[in-house]
């Protein structure tokens, strides 16, 4: 009853935007109709199709689902070139993102509305081999009508919330037979797996994954490590490394470090890597104000030995290699509200991270880091102090803490690699 009042009312949704956009052909994919032709199913570039090219179809939400999509699309290249990609999204945002990162990898297209009219018109210009869900993005009609169609379908780089969980089991039998129609979902960990199973869907269709957006790629190269110390001269200090910090964190983070050689009578080198370049000699004569003198990174690149005890990051592209020589690792844009930054650079080289409030752009990664036992929220500066402190002064937890930031690195390399090799077994057994 709940999937027909949705489909009626996405058809009422539908027919309204259609009638009051009565040029709608004309205006095509690139005119003032833009976006909202394709929301209505209307894609004219898609005419053709070369015979015996396989065509996948990426549905990605968001700016977020991009970043998937754009390692999957590498993935999947590195095994085949021919293949025919597209890449559909919900929001103008994402699609500007995935136009612009996978220019000449993939047509990137808006997605059509989850109505019926829109759904079979999208269906009858794309002509899918394959269908790939992004993160649970669950559109009961058009994953239903793909299904009736005898399109397979994958779901990948799934995961699902306990929230997410009991509210699904409260719909009934709608979403457990949405998910049975895909036959394949690559989720992103052993939680996840549980979730998934639990509301119905066979253990054998489900793969652990890892997270796509957070395949490192290459090995942490472990002479790095060595390699970054020595050019920042040191040997026992402790290094603190904040990365991608914006405007306002240096004052509240060069608190904490002085807080922190205090209470533990260490010696601590700083390394501050501002966000933004321009904000270099602010931030410098905040710091000189508090008593703080800094050494560029730039001038230790060229030879110089360090003179204080705080490096200013000066250069563009070292921070992600830079953490390499940390000790304790905090992440910017999270003390201020900003939305934080890619914790899984930092948790790469094996290291704690620690992050403030504001990560409402990288949740997923914070639900790794945090359930892995290496990330560490904080409310406040207080809270972190108290935290580092805690860390420094019991080397046992520490070891544990850092092989537990192995681990969870560990499970993420190889991800798009696995979910593309899903993706190549589904069209081979379909043709």
Not at 199 to 226: C, H, Q, S, W, Y
Request: proline share 4%; glycine share 10%; charged share 25%.
């Amino acid at each position: 009853m709940l999937y027909k009042v949705y489909r009626v009312a996405g058809r009422i949704v539908w027919l309204t935007l259609l009638l009051s956009s009565p040029l709608l052909k004309r205006f095509g994919s690139t005119g003032p109709g833009f976006g909202l032709a394709q929301r209505l199913g209307w894609y004219p570039e898609l005419a053709d199709k070369r015979p015996g090219v396989p065509r996948i179809w990426i549905h990605a939400a968001s700016v977020g689902e991009v970043k998937a999509a754009r390692a999957l699309v590498g993935g999947l290249r590195a095994r085949s070139q021919e293949l025919e990609i597209v890449l559909t999204t919900m929001t103008r945002q994402g699609h500007r993102v995935a136009a612009r990162q996978l220019a000449g990898q993939a047509v990137c297209l808006m997605a059509p509305l989850d109505a019926a009219p829109a759904v079979r018109r999208a269906l009858s210009h794309i002509r899918p081999d394959c269908y790939i869900c992004l993160e649970t993005e669950l559109w009961p009609v058009m994953l239903s009508d793909l299904s009736h169609a005898g399109i397979p379908m994958l779901l990948l780089n799934g995961r699902m919330s306990e929230r997410s969980c009991r509210r699904y089991r409260h719909l009934g039998p709608l979403v457990p037979n949405i998910l049975a129609g895909f036959v394949r979902i690559g989720v992103i960990s052993e939680t996840d797996r549980a979730r998934f199973q639990a509301l119905g869907v066979p253990g054998e269709k489900i793969e652990v994954t890892g997270n796509v957006k957070f395949d490192p790629g290459d090995e942490a190269d472990p002479a790095g490590r060595e390699r970054f110390r020595s050019l920042l001269g040191v040997r026992d200090e402790i290094v603190f490394v904040s990365g991608s910090t914006r405007t306002g964190e240096e004052i509240l983070l060069a608190d904490v470090v002085q807080h922190l050689r205090r209470e533990s009578g260490r010696d601590i080198v700083w390394v501050v890597a501002p966000r933004h370049l321009e904000r270099l000699d602010t931030v410098r004569r905040e710091l000189s104000r508090q008593g703080l003198d800094c050494d560029l990174f730039s001038v230790l690149q060229g030879g110089a030995a360090r003179r204080h005890r705080v490096v200013l990051v000066d250069t563009m592209g070292d921070l992600a290699e830079l953490y390499a020589a940390g000790d304790y690792l905090f992440c910017g844009g999270s003390l201020v509200d900003k939305g934080g930054h890619n914790i899984m650079e930092a948790v790469r080289w094996g290291r704690p991270v620690y992050f403030g409030p504001s990560m409402k752009d990288f949740r997923d990664a914070v639900d790794l880091v945090v359930q892995g036992g290496c990330g560490f929220q904080v409310r406040n500066t207080a809270e972190l102090a108290r935290t580092l402190l805690a860390h420094m002064a019991d080397r046992e937890k520490y070891s544990a803490i850092c092989a537990a930031a192995r681990r969870v690195s560990r499970a993420q390399k190889g991800a798009a690699g696995r979910q593309a090799a899903m993706v190549m077994e589904v069209i081979q057994r379909a043709e």
